[in-house]
């Protein structure tokens, strides 16, 4: 089993950043893919982002390329959602997943742990 918990969601006003936290426990971290999702009322869950197990290889939707940044410290078992430039188009509620595996895919099926979300707004 692997416990998920995202933090560092809030309100935010458009061209603002914002920076989420995901911790993981129990089990090895540095061989998963970490993944970023993110769901809007009414809409599909969608691949924002993923991240190697080593943190050498990432991944990116290109709604977000060029203004979100993943990270992750293998130290402290969390990975990072660096969010810059935010748009209202980019309020969801985001979610991050692990994956038992070294390729970053962008099905959500592809995954197979999850935290409870996070929610981001993004006001005009």
């Known amino acids: 089993q692997v416990q998920l918990v995202e933090s560092g969601g809030g309100l935010v006003q458009a061209g603002g950043s914002l920076r989420l936290s995901c911790a993981a426990s129990?089990?090895?971290?540095?061989?998963?893919?970490m993944g970023w999702f993110r769901q809007a009322p009414g809409k599909e869950r969608e691949f924002v982002g993923g991240i190697g197990g080593s943190g050498d290889n990432t991944a990116y939707a290109d709604s977000v390329k060029g203004r979100f940044t993943i990270s992750r410290d293998n130290a402290k078992n969390t990975v990072y959602l660096q969010m810059n430039s935010l748009k209202p188009e980019d309020t969801a509620v985001y979610y991050c997943?692990?994956?038992?595996?070294?390729?970053?895919?962008?099905?959500?099926?592809?995954?197979?742990?999850w935290g409870q979300g996070t929610q981001v707004t993004v006001s005009s």
């Open positions: 129990g089990r090895t971290f540095s061989n998963s893919v």
């Open positions: 997943a692990y994956r038992r595996s070294w390729t970053i895919v962008v099905r959500s099926t592809g995954y197979d742990y």
